[in-house]
């Protein structure tokens, strides 16, 4: 990782340049996971195409640990490309057109990947399934319509209705639709119906750092060029990457002044998932402001308090009750989605503060008590949620005087719901990212993204299984965190680089080590 250069900028040909060879090395990497994640990643449980081409030795034995071997290899290659070019970006040697071109770049192998580290892709494939061969995903899970989709199914899902919003069926109906019960060309086609978000994303994001002051080309590489971001949302064929690409470019035409338009995108988002409606309250803040700006322009007074919130949050529900009624009727369906929310709580890993809790009670006390996990994580749960729904409210009237206010409060409130809910995925923490990333930090603050990103990527398996219960994988994600948070303000982190003596001068004198 050598460090960037005035010559190696823009002016000598990006692909010439320090960071143009990250590029590459990032491409390289994703074509490695690519061809990895045929033996390792969440693989179908029979793969005839796979079979007929003599390859699935690489699912089982010495091939599995070739292929995760593989997988492993393109993962760290894409880290370590994206912390080299983020030492680029805050340089000022890289702009955001060519992050633009190294997204393509880094996104195109993994469009043709076994999805990774999630078998979600299989969920929402037999839910869509589910609508199409006339039942509701919102009274009978995936176990209701037997067939290819739902051997696909991790076993914690087969029974569970669908949690999200009715543009996600509908997705899933049109693929199903459209490819029947073939897996493969159904999981492509889903995940190139999630694009749209990634392109959503690159055109918003940039301008969401302008409006708060950010770094542009900063915003893109850290909330989009970000491995977590393409290997999981893109890689694991999340509907993530759609929901938070409506939702940033929503706050954005809010933040232009297009309210309405800004209301509705956000009010699709929520159609895809339900998290991207934490932004709507905020965005009643942001145009009760032009409101009274726009008043204040034309030399009037603007009108009170409760008369404004009562009229722009008055019509601001009545653009996404419209829009999320459409998208309901074309479903055929209604709101049962909202009582499927509770599904996620099958989820139990340490990524979220009520299982910390839960865990560290019957650790230090079942050996006197007798306490199980379950028994005490209900009771943790249910004290995280409370205060959940107390602190988002005070954050909401909190976070309301100024433009950068209300998107800071957007910020606050969806990292304080991934660290309170029942359940956290490593992907859920591409939601405060996304919007954390218009904002400008200093180097310290990104390098610490940097590690927490990097951590959050290393701590699931290939296939979907967790790593948080493995000491060994925790502290190899561990040091691998540290390095590249560091590697983003130093070169040579490890001081692994050889100091060599110079040539001993004409008079005899002492060497002069130089470094490499």
């Known amino acids: 990782m050598s460090a960037p250069t005035a010559e190696s900028g823009p002016r ?21 996971i690519t061809f990895g994640s045929f033996g390792s990643g969440a693989v179908r449980r029979r793969d005839p195409l796979l079979e007929s081409m003599y390859l699935s030795w690489l699912r089982f034995g010495h091939g599995l640990i070739l292929s995760g071997v593989i997988v492993w290899i393109g993962v760290l290659l894409m880290i370590a490309a994206w912390v080299r070019i983020g030492r680029n970006v805050r340089a000022g040697l890289v702009d955001v057109h060519e992050l633009r071109w190294v997204i393509v770049a880094q996104t195109a192998p993994l469009l043709l990947s076994v999805p990774l580290f999630s ?31 739902l051997d696909n199914v991790s076993n914690v ?23 029947g019960d073939n897996v493969i060309a159904g999981t492509m086609l889903l995940r190139l119906t999630m694009l749209p978000g990634l392109a959503l994303m690159m055109w918003a994001l940039p301008k969401l750092a302008r409006h708060l002051g950010g ?37 954005v035409l809010a933040l232009e ?54 009229r722009t949050a008055g019509t601001g529900i009545g653009v996404f009750a419209a829009v999320f009624a459409v998208c309901s009727l074309v479903a055929g369906v209604g709101l049962g989605w909202l009582t499927a929310l509770q599904g996620s709580a099958k989820i139990i890993n340490w990524l979220s503060v009520p299982t910390i809790l839960a865990h560290v009670v019957t650790v230090t006390t079942s050996w006197a008590t007798g306490l199980r996990l379950g028994p005490v994580l209900e009771v943790t749960r249910a004290i995280c949620a409370l205060v959940m729904v107390a602190a988002l409210a005070a954050i909401w009237w909190h976070f309301r005087k100024t433009e950068r206010q ?9 990292v304080v719901i991934v ?24 180097t310290t603050t990104l390098a610490v993204l940097v590690g927490l990103s990097t951590w959050l990527m290393l701590v699931f398996q290939p296939d979907g299984s967790i790593g948080l219960y493995s000491l060994p994988h925790v502290l190899l994600a561990t040091f691998a965190a540290v390095v590249a948070g560091r590697s983003l303000v130093a070169v040579d982190p490890l001081r692994l680089r050889a100091v060599r003596p110079s040539n001993t001068d004409s008079a005899g004198g002492t060497l002069a080590a130089s470094r490499d």
């Not at 491995?227 to 949302?233: K, T």
């Open 12 to 32: 000598a040909g990006f692909l010439r340049s320090d960071a143009g060879h990250a590029a590459i090395l990032g491409v390289v990497g994703a074509v490695m």
């Open 119 to 149: 078998r979600d892709a299989y969920s929402y494939l037999a839910q869509g399934a589910l609508l199409r061969d006339g039942f509701d995903p919102y009274a009978v899970g995936p176990v209701a319509n037997p067939g290819v989709l």
């Open 157 to 179: 899902w087969t029974t569970t209705t669908a949690p999200y919003g009715p543009v996600s069926l509908l997705l899933g109906q049109g693929i199903t639709t459209v490819t």
């Open 215 to 251: 770094d542009p080309a900063t915003a893109l590489w850290l909330a989009v060029l970000n491995p977590l971001v393409l290997i999981h949302l893109v890689g694991g064929v999340h509907n993530e990457l759609l929901m938070v690409g409506l939702m940033v470019a929503g706050i």
């Open 257 to 310: 002044r297009r309210h309405v338009a800004g209301i509705a995108v956000i009010a699709l988002g929520v159609a895809v998932k339900a998290m991207a409606g934490i932004a709507l309250p905020f965005v009643v803040w942001i145009w009760m402001i032009h409101e009274r700006e726009k008043a204040r322009s034309q030399g009037r007074e603007p009108a009170s308090g409760p008369l404004l919130f009562a």
């Open 406 to 414: 209300a998107v800071l409060g957007i910020l606050v409130a969806l």
């Open 419 to 442: 660290l309170l809910s029942p359940a956290a995925l490593p992907w859920y923490y591409s939601w405060p990212l996304a919007v954390a990333a218009g904002f400008a930090m200093s």
